[in-house]
């Protein structure tokens, strides 16, 4: 029961086009997102989050869309670097008070494997 | 990822021997989440806790695992008779209140299973 889905394991991009990388998911309740970024050996780090009453969240090169009524969000990279080359998680939070304790824990897609090539 | 210490980086055990993985979260964070990571697939929450309490283990084996975060101390994710399914990268991720959607996280435990 994947409820964050990341459709594809892989993209390669050339260097200073933009990256777009997709992320469905199926519950409605879903009141926040996040994007994910993970190096090999390394824990994910942090990248870009919105909320579900955005629409659009910019933070210099990444920009990250939500379109609810399609259950769909996007990040796009652009211009893409080299360093950008890791796995990339979407990830998805329901409201607190869905969870024990009001915790904020996470769903993850199973993530896209970014390569931007020189 | 700067702050969130995990230890050890890798851990090798044998089938049905134990496994202690440690999680010391950065400074200021009282909140930690376990997520593990099987071959091939996303990260799986596993548990969360607060200081001294276990707030939601609702992503935890049945069996065999237990979770711990002491006053004093790291917090402890423990595997009694490990199998070779608990294979996985393990994750630790912290936050200084329960309602941050942003964790930081560890560079996890590699724990592999013989």
């Known amino acids: 029961d994947q409820q964050v889905k990341q459709n594809s394991p892989s993209l390669s991009v050339q260097e200073g086009r933009i990256s777009i990388l997709n992320c469905d998911y199926t519950n409605s309740m879903f009141d926040y997102f996040l994007w994910y970024k993970k190096y090999p050996a390394e824990g994910p780090t942090f990248l870009i989050s919105i909320s579900s009453i955005k629409d659009k969240n910019e933070d210099g090169r990444f920009t990250v869309f939500l379109n609810k009524s399609a259950k769909h969000l996007s990040l796009h990279i652009v211009p893409s670097q080299p360093g950008d080359s890791a796995v990339y998680f979407c990830a998805a939070s329901l409201p607190p008070s869905h969870n024990a304790g009001n915790n904020r824990k996470l769903i993850w897609g199973l993530g896209t494997s970014l390569a931007v090539n020189p | 990822n700067a702050g969130v210490m995990q230890n050890p980086r890798h851990l090798v055990r044998r089938r049905g021997q134990e496994a202690r993985l440690r999680c010391s979260p950065m400074?200021?964070?009282?909140?930690v989440y376990w997520y593990r990571q099987l071959p091939e697939e996303g990260l799986k929450f596993m548990v969360y806790?607060?200081?001294?309490?276990?707030?939601?283990e609702s992503g935890m084996p049945k069996e065999r695992f237990s979770a711990e975060f002491p006053k004093e101390g790291p917090s402890i994710l423990r595997i009694q008779q490990v199998v070779r399914g608990d294979s996985a990268a393990y994750f630790c991720a912290t936050a200084p209140g329960q309602y941050n959607e942003k964790l930081f996280f560890g560079s996890g435990t590699q724990l592999s299973v013989l």
């Open positions: 400074k200021g964070h009282s909140h």
């Open positions: 806790l607060q200081k001294e309490n276990i707030i939601d």
